[in-house]
């Protein structure tokens, strides 16, 4: 999961980056909302966190502004406003979810992962594909039933694609979503990574289409 994080405490901004990246989701973070609408128009993101009290303008005004351009990624909001009129604002401008400071980081990160499950059509936390399982809380893997263990790199792409099956997904947009902007891997990292995951989960559950991309098959056990 790659998230921007826009927001001007940069205290707040460091603490809460870093337990983000500590649980294995990448963080970029901003405390424009000009910097933030460069990015979400340039960049590709799974999900946006958005104080309101920007220095630049209200958060509701870029977050309005990207709903109105079809920019459709997930938002959450955070703000210290505890007003029911100040959280609607932030709603009808298009908000998915809404934390109030103070706040705890693991209910962040909770609500994050749900809107980037969601967004994909996923509405329960545990993703299955045949014997393959990911729980989208704990970032754990198993398969039939025993645990997998991934590296932090290895778990964030099988996140991806898992989350995206059964599309196709091309290698421009696993740089883009799994890998960190300033760090963008070449090709050749990608196939070794890849190659990791099949030899740890079984070759034939992760295809590739060549000239198009990989995606994860859902594989059973064959019968007795």
């Known amino acids: 999961m790659k998230v921007l994080l826009v927001e001007d405490d940069q205290a707040l901004a460091a603490a809460l980056g870093e337990s983000l990246r500590d649980a294995g989701v990448l963080v970029e973070s901003v405390g424009h909302g000009g910097e933030a609408d460069f990015l979400v128009r340039t960049e590709r993101y799974d999900a946006v966190v958005l104080d309101l009290g920007l220095p630049d303008g209200d958060g509701t005004r870029w977050l309005a502004q990207w709903r109105d351009d079809a920019i459709d990624l997930p938002v959450l909001v955070l703000t210290a406003r505890e007003r029911w009129s100040d959280k609607a604002a932030g709603f009808s401008?298009?908000?998915?979810?809404?934390v109030t400071k103070p706040f705890e980081t693991a209910?962040?990160?909770?609500r994050l992962r749900a809107l980037v499950r969601r967004s994909h059509g996923h509405a329960h936390p545990l993703l299955r594909l045949g014997e393959l399982a990911f729980d989208t809380h704990?970032?754990?893997v198993t398969l039939a039933g025993r645990p997998v263990t991934l590296t932090a790199q290895e778990s964030r792409l099988l996140a991806y694609l898992m989350h995206a099956a059964p599309r196709i997904v091309s290698?421009?947009?696993?740089?883009?979503?799994?890998y960190d902007r300033d760090h963008e891997p070449d090709s050749n990292v990608i196939d070794v990574q890849i190659s990791r995951l099949r030899r740890k989960l079984g070759s034939e559950r992760i295809e590739t289409l060549r000239g198009q991309g990989y995606r994860v098959l859902a594989v059973e056990a064959d019968a007795p």
Do not use: K
Request: hydrophobic share 45%; net charge negative.
């Open 107 to 110: 209910e962040v990160l909770f």
């Open 171 to 178: 290698r421009s947009e696993l740089a883009e979503h799994v």
């Open 138 to 140: 704990t970032a754990s």
């Open 93 to 98: 401008a298009g908000a998915d979810d809404y």
